[in-house]
């Protein structure tokens, strides 16, 4: 079984508990994930099964996030799963003062990641540094938001205000809410969030673990097709005799390449006849440009 699953994850799992849980399920052992979600939100985890784990690195970045954020508080990991630093109420906050500092949230930020995540800091996981007690920070990053939607505001001593946020690949939600809070002086943390997109997939056609299981049950179901994943990618189709060499893991002279543009690589590689053979590359000089193979997912019988 080759494809991927749009799992709609449930609150209190780690995205590893979630591929462990399809493995089990599909019983096979080619399980990978992609866009890893903290055990306390919830929402989209693209998980690639057989083959199609090999182009999880070939997916598109951009994701979005219903997220809330409660202010007057800060917290050890920046959500409310976090031991709490500070506790002050902050009942004279008001809308329109968020939403001025909201501004700086929009285009291209510089956020240091939380404490608390999977950034790697001399050889090791941030999370586990902080469970030795050893204060590291990472180093700030440079990410992108294309988009900050307030939805909802409920005032009160700890107020919070519900966003929907759209932004590029390695974007902390929890570093906004803790940056937020920093900039309006009144503390600021996670109290709830749910992804809707990830790497290409949307909530609105995802499943959760029960429902997958129900699928099973009843034998409907049905991984989406590998080169759903990679459709955002330029395609090039080759005639069958240099399809099959290409998958035989040849080079391609360029010239031999039906094709008058020079797509952006990575390059999805179809068959003539709509068959999608995998991920190919343009390298070498105009003059002696090959078509490479990356990945191979197809292999033809005589």
């Not at 956020?111 to 050889?123: D, K, L, T």
């Not at 409920?154 to 932004?167: L, Q, S, T």
Request: glycine share 8%; proline share 6%; aromatic share 6%.
């Amino acid at each position: 079984m080759d494809g991927f699953l749009n799992l709609d994850k449930a609150v209190g799992f780690t995205s590893h508990d979630c591929v462990a849980k399809v493995r089990r399920l599909l019983k096979m052992k080619r399980v990978g994930h992609a866009g890893t979600l903290d055990p306390a939100a919830t929402g989209v985890l693209p998980i690639a099964l057989g083959r199609a784990t090999r182009l999880l690195q070939f997916l598109p970045g951009d994701k979005a996030y219903l997220a809330t954020i409660r202010f007057g508080i800060t917290t050890t990991t920046d959500d409310l799963e976090g031991a709490v630093l500070t506790q002050q109420p902050v009942h004279d906050l008001s809308l329109e003062t968020v939403q001025a500092a909201l501004r700086q949230f929009h285009g291209t930020i510089q956020q240091i990641p939380p404490n608390y995540s999977a950034i790697q800091v001399e050889g090791k996981r941030l999370y586990d540094l902080a469970r030795e007690g050893k204060a590291i920070t990472a180093q700030p990053r440079t990410v992108e938001v294309y988009q900050v939607k307030i939805l909802d505001w409920r005032p009160g001593d700890f107020p919070e205000i519900d966003v929907e946020i759209a932004c590029g690949s390695g974007t902390y939600i929890r570093a906004i809410a803790r940056d937020l809070g920093k900039l309006l002086q009144t503390g600021g943390t996670l109290s709830a969030l749910r992804r809707t997109i990830s790497s290409g997939f949307q909530l609105a056609n995802s499943l959760t673990l029960e429902e997958l299981d129900a699928t099973l049950q009843t034998q409907s179901f049905q991984p989406i097709p590998p080169e759903a994943g990679v459709a955002h990618l330029d395609a090039i189709a080759l005639p069958d005799a240099i399809a099959r060499r290409w998958c035989l893991g040849q080079r391609i002279a360029w010239g031999e390449v039906p094709t008058d543009q020079i797509p952006t690589a990575p390059i999805r590689i179809q068959h003539e006849s709509g068959l999608f053979l995998g991920i190919g590359q343009r390298t070498g000089t105009d003059e002696t440009a090959v078509l490479s193979p990356q990945v191979v997912l197809t292999v033809f019988s005589e």
